[in-house]
């Protein structure tokens, strides 16, 4: 087995690459660190891209092939790359005796048909999906410890379910009711692809749903959850900042609860995992408190009744989100304190 300490980083030009960058290039396990681009526009170091990085370590950066990948000595690949770019390139990197942490939805569902329906992209990595581990360490920690292939959460997806499955698991919800999840996302989640919308002039002072019904990340939340998905109504917001979830999701007990016996299931749920910080009930997280952070953050309020129950769950789009929860993926993988480096 090839040494999982030696790292190769493919696809850094995104936002979610570069903050995957950052963090390991400050990382203690990383022994070395290689960095692909399908265009490197004749630079030869990632701090040649991206200035802000200089000073920090080494980083050499290759024209992404193939060959240059499975040739390079890496143990480790993260796919900051496009979903059929990543279907692509992960079974040949797997084939070369490397371990992927892919950041794509290439490899989050169990059923491929799942992934043409809502990604409408064809599947020709659908061999590989039974293989892949959905990489929430919250949820699956062990099976993440033994995998070869992680398929790194959404974003928004990240949220709601750590959100969700607490009540899910414990049979709380009034079922009949159904779920709520209305959900607001910094622009940086929406890519660094040119478009109109996403434009400063857009997007300042502004603020929108979209992909109402058709967000990609909807049957992540039902497939971790158990929720059918006529029982979740999941709204999509964009705000006019850069980068953080929020997400307010609303539900119906089948029973009545106190305030008290909600926060303890909660702590139950997460006690020994260093990332989900819960709230004390009645007190709500906010953006600016998991800003830059691999924090995800839980709060909620119960009415009088003790059956209706809002949640609130915040985190950071490219940390927890994204290229933070790859790291934490990672962690798992070497078998090592799974906050290492990070914050």
Same mark, same amino acid.
């Given at each position: 087995?090839?040494?999982?300490?030696?790292?190769?980083?493919?696809?850094?030009?995104?936002?979610?690459?570069?903050?995957?960058?950052?963090?390991?290039?400050?990382?203690?396990?990383?022994?070395?660190?290689?960095?692909?681009?399908?265009?490197?526009?004749?630079?030869?170091?990632?701090?040649?891209?991206?200035?802000?990085?200089?000073?920090?370590?080494?980083?050499?950066?290759?024209?992404?092939?193939?060959?240059?990948?499975?040739?390079?000595?890496?143990?480790? &690949?993260?796919?900051?790359? !496009?979903?059929?770019?990543?279907? +692509? @390139? *992960?079974? #040949?990197? =797997?084939? $070369?005796?490397?371990?992927?942490?892919?950041?794509?939805?290439?490899?989050?569902?169990?059923?491929?048909?799942?992934?043409?329906?809502?990604?409408?992209?064809?599947?020709?990595?659908?061999?590989?999906?039974?293989? &892949?581990?959905?990489?929430? !360490?919250?949820?699956?920690?062990? +099976? @993440? *410890?033994? #995998?070869? =292939?992680? $398929?790194?959460?959404?974003?928004?997806?990240?949220?709601?379910?750590?959100?969700?499955?607490?009540?899910?698991?414990?049979?709380?919800?009034?079922?009949?009711?159904?779920?709520?999840?209305?959900?607001?996302?910094? &622009?940086?989640?929406?890519?660094?692809?040119?478009?109109?919308?996403?434009?400063?002039?857009?997007?300042?002072?502004?603020?929108?749903?979209?992909?109402?019904?058709?967000?990609?990340?909807?049957?992540?939340?039902?497939?971790?959850?158990?929720?059918?998905?006529?029982?979740?109504?999941?709204?999509?917001?964009?705000?006019?900042? &850069?980068?953080?979830?929020?997400?307010?999701?609303?539900?119906?007990?089948?029973?009545?609860?106190?305030?008290?016996?909600?926060?303890?299931?909660?702590?139950?749920?997460?006690?020994?995992?260093?990332?989900?910080?819960?709230?004390?009930?009645?007190?709500?997280?906010?953006?600016?408190?998991?800003?830059?952070?691999?924090?995800?953050?839980?709060?909620?309020?119960?009415?009088?009744?003790?059956?209706?129950?809002?949640?609130?769950?915040?985190?950071?789009?490219?940390?927890?989100?994204?290229?933070?929860?790859?790291?934490?993926?990672?962690?798992?993988?070497?078998?090592?304190?799974?906050?290492?480096?990070?914050?």
């Amino acid at each position: 087995m090839k040494n999982p300490r030696n790292i190769a980083v493919v696809g850094v030009s995104g936002y979610t690459g570069l903050e995957l960058a950052k963090i390991l290039l400050r990382h203690p396990a990383a022994e070395k660190l290689t960095f692909y681009m399908r265009d490197t526009q004749g630079a030869r170091c990632l701090t040649e891209l991206f200035p802000q990085l200089r000073g920090q370590a080494t980083a050499p950066l290759r024209q992404l092939s193939l060959e240059a990948l499975a040739q390079s000595g890496a143990g480790t &690949a993260f796919l900051a790359t !496009p979903h059929e770019a990543s279907a +692509e @390139i *992960a079974p #040949a990197l =797997l084939g $070369a005796e490397m371990q992927v942490v892919d950041l794509s939805g290439a490899f989050r569902f169990r059923e491929a048909e799942t992934f043409a329906r809502w990604y409408q992209l064809p599947t020709p990595h659908a061999a590989w999906l039974a293989q &892949a581990v959905y990489g929430l !360490p919250e949820l699956y920690a062990g +099976e @993440i *410890a033994r #995998a070869r =292939l992680v $398929a790194n959460p959404g974003c928004y997806a990240t949220s709601a379910i750590l959100a969700l499955r607490p009540l899910c698991d414990s049979g709380w919800l009034a079922a009949e009711a159904g779920v709520v999840c209305d959900s607001k996302s910094g &622009a940086t989640g929406a890519g660094k692809e040119l478009r109109r919308d996403l434009q400063f002039s857009e997007l300042d002072e502004n603020f929108k749903a979209y992909n109402l019904f058709a967000h990609r990340h909807t049957p992540e939340i039902t497939e971790q959850t158990g929720l059918a998905e006529s029982q979740l109504v999941f709204a999509t917001h964009l705000l006019p900042l &850069a980068r953080g979830i929020l997400s307010t999701i609303y539900v119906t007990l089948a029973q009545e609860r106190s305030p008290e016996e909600v926060e303890a299931l909660y702590r139950r749920t997460y006690a020994g995992r260093p990332m989900v910080r819960i709230w004390q009930a009645g007190a709500l997280p906010e953006l600016q408190h998991v800003a830059h952070t691999n924090f995800c953050d839980i709060g909620f309020a119960l009415d009088r009744s003790g059956r209706r129950l809002v949640v609130v769950s915040c985190l950071d789009n490219l940390g927890k989100g994204a290229a933070g929860q790859a790291v934490q993926n990672f962690n798992h993988l070497l078998g090592i304190e799974e906050q290492t480096g990070l914050k």
